[in-house]
């Protein structure tokens, strides 16, 4: 499943990957994201059935602002959720200046990502 939305010059997109043999979905968050885009990525996220570990990949992530920050926080407070990394420098930056990325689990490959 993928969602794209917005201009070629500026663009975000969502993809999901089931992983049910491992109790995963995958959602990878791709390009730029901002406040345009919450809506595809809640989607997405929401649609994780809770009995599923959720793995945020943010490997393809461009830019983000703080709505993905919100996104992370708000995640991350109802539900089991793995970040796959290494987290870009921009979002990295702005996980340290907030003081959070630290409550963050992430993982370097999807193997970790699956382990319990």
């Known amino acids: 499943m993928q969602w794209t939305h917005g201009d070629a010059a500026a663009q975000c997109s969502v993809e ?3 992983d049910e043999r491992r109790g995963v979905r995958v959602v990878a968050v791709v390009g730029e994201m901002d406040v345009e885009y919450e809506p ?3 989607l997405a996220v929401e649609a994780v059935p809770l009995t599923l570990r959720l793995v945020l990949d943010v490997t393809r992530l461009e830019f983000a602002d703080s709505t993905m ?3 992370l926080i708000r995640t991350h407070r109802r539900r089991d959720l793995r970040i796959l990394g290494p987290i870009p420098a921009q979002l990295r930056t702005l996980l340290q200046l907030t003081g959070i990325l630290g409550h963050f689990q992430v ?6 990502a699956c382990a319990p």
């Open 40 to 42: 595809d990525i809640e």
């Open 69 to 71: 920050l919100n996104i």
């Open 16 to 18: 999901v990957h089931a």
């Open 107 to 112: 993982c370097g490959s999807l193997e970790e």
